[in-house]
């Protein structure tokens, strides 16, 4: 029996329907001439949150299928696209986005979001993703630089007094390992633009961010890179990188009194997305 449990599911969740405004992303669909599209395809779906913001932006019915390695993640999906987006024809199906279940150019569109940084090769990820996409298609492709997320957060910028370069260090040994190990890349946005600019069959690379910026207290942010130290997996993959113990708990502790200097502070709080948009031959 398989007791493991579902891929991403400590990062699922409604905040995800902040990371960008509609009016930002209708804007962006409305300069690059993409809003009629009649097929989508949303690959690792996961609940629906980003596959179901991009499908609310069209009013004629469309068909959208939505592919997850998980069947929890296929079941859920199912609910969140009859919830949010009731209008629109949406089916649900468990494949590896390394070898996307479909045929041969059957979608205008194939969009995922933050699921490159997660796959042992994007490229051929990519590679599948273009070859379902009908030529003059688009791809959709938001990914991180998770690094902005878990180093350069304002609230480390807010107390200058305090030394952070011991967060630096140990985020970038865990990026280093979980990268050599092959678990993905979480800063993948970086190289995202080669990739898609080597592929023979793609024509030209937009690249948007999210607009919206969090106002709120650094405890919030400070507390979830917090418990990021506590989880084993994470942990070990810094110490893989080269990460000693010791420089483990003294981010910790930096962390620690960051929150406590910080207290009662508001600070900003950028989503580090970026939204890649391109264009099949046609
Ligand atoms: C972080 S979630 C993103 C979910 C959704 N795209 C969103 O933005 O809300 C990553 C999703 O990709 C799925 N996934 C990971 N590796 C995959 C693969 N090789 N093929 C298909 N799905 C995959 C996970 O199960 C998970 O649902």
Known sequence: ????????IDYIDDERYQWWSKPHLESIVNRLEIGAVSS????????????????????????????????????????????????HCYTASKGDAHHLPFDDRQFDLATCQT?????????????????VTKPGGSLFIAEPMNYVNRVLLSSCLAASEI????LWKVWAYYNRARQIAGYGDENIAATLPTLLRNHPDLTSINAFQTETIRIGQPD???????????KPQIVN???????????IDDAASTLSRLRKKLENQLVTSPTPLILFATQKHS
């Open 1 to 8: 029996m398989n007791t493991s449990r579902p891929h991403s």
């Open 40 to 87: 989508m395809l949303d690959v690792g779906v996961g609940g629906g949150h980003w596959g179901t913001l991009l499908a609310s932006l069209y009013t004629d019915r469309i068909e959208i299928a939505g592919v997850d390695v998980e069947q929890h993640w296929v079941t859920q999906s199912e609910y969140a696209y009859k919830e949010q987006v009731p209008q």
């Open 115 to 131: 699921l490159l940084m997660h796959c042992h090769t994007p490229r051929q990820v990519v590679n599948e993703m273009v070859r």
């Open 163 to 166: 030394d952070t370069t011991s």
């Open 220 to 230: 919030e942010t400070i507390q979830t890179i917090q418990s990021e130290f506590e």
């Open 237 to 247: 993959h810094m110490m893989e990188g080269g990460a000693t113990r010791k420089q």
